[in-house]
């Protein structure tokens, strides 16, 4: 069974760009999470999508969103890119309590 | 009262010995305590998970122990290998914000052969 995936594996912006990243869920898993791992910060919740609605949010900014497809798969979008953006994005997909994580996006912000 | 606090930030032990990570808690409305295990280049992986109604889970080598009352869980991964080398993060939720796991800072474990 193929795992979560996430694209790109990396992404190189300039402050200002906006940025889209990708996840496709685990085949069967409805939800999908996004997390942003900064150097030395851990792992911060950002967004929990459910059955294409967005169920939960963690303390960022509005220029952080993004939405799930029909399909279950979802994007991230980060607009107006600060510096302190750079960071590993991490998606993860459930069916039940377990949140299975991808590899991760890294984005640098220049 | 969201944070979890984790501990040490760095962990070096040698081959066979005992490893154990910290982790205290404010939130009492949290109910669900997983630890994730990350290697280098890969995401998280769920390693074991614990519920408050219990005080000890044991899956093969690690174990994890939850004090209620000092609101504190830990990690125990005996007989340590070096493929154990990796980093552990303790992790939270609550009923009510489900979802949203809360993690710990991480702690980096090295295991010398």
């Known amino acids: 069974e193929a795992g979560v995936t996430q694209s790109p594996t990396h992404l190189i912006k300039t402050r200002g760009q906006q940025a889209t990243l990708r996840c496709s869920p685990i085949s069967g898993h409805t939800s999908v999470y996004w997390y942003q791992q900064a150097l030395g910060l851990g792992l911060q919740f950002l967004l929990w999508?459910?059955?294409?609605?967005?169920?939960n949010r963690g303390n960022f900014p509005p220029r952080f969103s993004g939405r799930q497809f029909p399909n279950y798969s979802s994007e991230l979008n980060v607009n107006a890119l600060e510096l302190e953006d750079s960071a590993l994005y991490l998606c993860a997909s459930s069916l039940g309590h377990t949140q299975y994580f991808g590899p991760g996006t890294r984005l640098t912000v220049l | 009262q969201q944070q979890v606090k984790q501990s040490p930030q760095s962990l070096i032990v040698q081959k066979g010995g005992i490893s154990i990570i910290n982790c205290a808690y404010e939130n009492t409305a949290f109910d669900y305590f997983p630890w994730y295990q990350q290697f280098p280049g890969k995401g998280p992986a769920l390693l074991i998970a614990?519920?408050?109604?219990?005080s000890e889970k044991k899956e093969g080598r690690f174990t994890i122990s939850f004090n209620k009352s000092a609101k504190q869980f830990s990690l125990h991964i005996m007989d340590s290998q070096p493929g154990d080398s990796a980093t552990y993060f303790c992790a939270a939720e609550s009923g009510t914000s489900y979802g949203k796991l809360t993690f710990g800072q991480g702690t980096i474990l090295t295991v010398h052969p």
């Open positions: 999508y459910d059955e294409g609605e967005e169920r």
């Open positions: 614990i519920r408050p109604d219990v």
